[in-house]
């Protein structure tokens, strides 16, 4: 076994027993048997809210825990000075950091599968068949959401203690879900220099490119690869740009 | 007691020459240098005792060893190059404060350690990992969490995960804290038996005896600076240690000057080491008369005697007071 695989099996072990992820999951599926309840209330368009609540419950849920695990990822090691058996190795610092990354990402797409299978029973229970080709793209995105996420964290936690990066993880988060809709509601009265900055902010950082929600509905199976690839792009560019200044952080950090 | 190093000074594997730190823990607050031009050695085949006092400076000095810190200034020397990440897989480390992660098991941390030192064939690693638990009796709880392990058990573990990959050098940071007195010795054991191996160790503690027993040289860390070594003065630790008081006399409620007029009046015999700690003045002396001298003429002048005796087992702070007289002289 390679030492950046064996690396990567230990983070992916830490987080797997950890003791957030049991209940995260549980959580998630909470949320999805509530969204299942909360749809048979509704008059009409029960499969829009079970939808709406039901994937909105599983993107909250993951990309908090992806914050947590990825802003842990690094404080957690330091805390307990486990770091030092790892990193004082002649394996490299870059190595360590990206097999951190790998096994939070594994940890992510574990969770991404639970809850697609929550998903697809729930599919089933209301009769509505197997997921279609746009329901899995929607929850992939969602996952690719949680791991850029995890990138962000694990450079926030290489740049500051837990609390600070996780609050900071959270601002960029919430700023990227809410700039884009800011941004859509600002009308031709609205203060054209406020609009430029928020337009701005929109563009380079806008998290509801992993939002799938809205094309949601039941027969709907019309996923467009020209929608789909700037998105992938984006998150592409966000992930490369997160780990390369954690890896240029990392690299020049005391150990103290 | 070790005292295997006698005349001309060996070789030097590993060297540190001029490390200067200083470290910034809050942007408001002033920095503070860690290390001052510190120049340490350590030899082939020996073992070097690292002492000092909290915050002498010598975990940054391990730590810059194995690269976790990076020194503002100087160099870290392996064999007379600067010492690479292929050096490093030639080190093994056990870490003071350090701990493995709860949720892991011992066969879990070993085996990522053989992984991230190329230990090969891999396809022996099973075996060799069963064979380093059951050396270190953890064979039983090789599938067990480690958050359920003792600090004892935690020690065992990190010992079998610094000398797993049979390391040339080994550092040992505090390998006796929280051990046992059946553990220490079981810990002692091991350390003679790498020793035999033929492993350079470095063994930083706080535990004189130990360093005595186990070291052939030894080097005093103060205020980030070598402000001693046995080899400059060509002592083996066994002398070194031959040559600290061993009585001593703790008088309560004086002043270095009051002890030194008592001194002149009664024409006492002189102290080896005088320290003192508030309103208390601790005499130490070689031999039992000189400290005993001492007894009826403090006590005649009403002096407070809060503890006299003798200390076979010399405490780091009897070496550290022992050179801060000898620095300040």
Redesign the interface.
Known sequence: MTAWWSLSKEAFLILRRDRVFTPVVTVGIIVALFANIASNWGIDSYDKILFDIGIAGFRMTGGAVAMLWGVRMIADPIKDRSIELRLASPSARFSWLMSRFVGLSFCLILMGLIFAGVWQGLMLLNHFGSMTNLQNWAIGLLVLEWIVLGSLALLLGTLAGLSTALFSAFALWLTGLVAPLVAATMGPNSDPFQKQVVEFIANIWNFQRFNLIDQLEIGSNHVLLNDLYPRLEWAGCVLAGCLTLAAWAFQKKDMT | MSTNFEGSRPTSFLSLRGLEKT?RPDALKPPIQLLKGLDLDFFEGSCTGLVGHNGAGKTTTI?MI?????PDRGQILFRGQPIT??N??T?G?M?E?????G??TPT?IL???L????VKP?SSHAKLIDSKLESVGLFKDRNR?LKNFSKGMQQRLAWA?ATIHEPDLLILDEPFSGLDPIGRITMKNWILAEKKRGVSILLCTHELPQIMSLCDHIQILRNGKLVYSSLDKKQSSGALYEALPKYFVDISGVTPADVEALRAAHKLDPWQTLHQDGFLVQLGFKDYPSATSWLAPCLAKGYVIVRFGDDNSASEEQLLIHFKEEFTQ
Do not use: V
């Not at chain 2, 194995?66 to 990076?70: A, C, R, S, V």
């Not at chain 2, 404060?97 to 992660?101: G, K, L, V």
């Open positions: 470290f730590r194995l690269g976790l810190i990076f990440k292929e490093r897989a080190i480390y870490a404060t350090a701990r493995f992660p949720t892991l879990e085996r990522t350690q992984a991230i030192y190329h891999s969490a995960h």
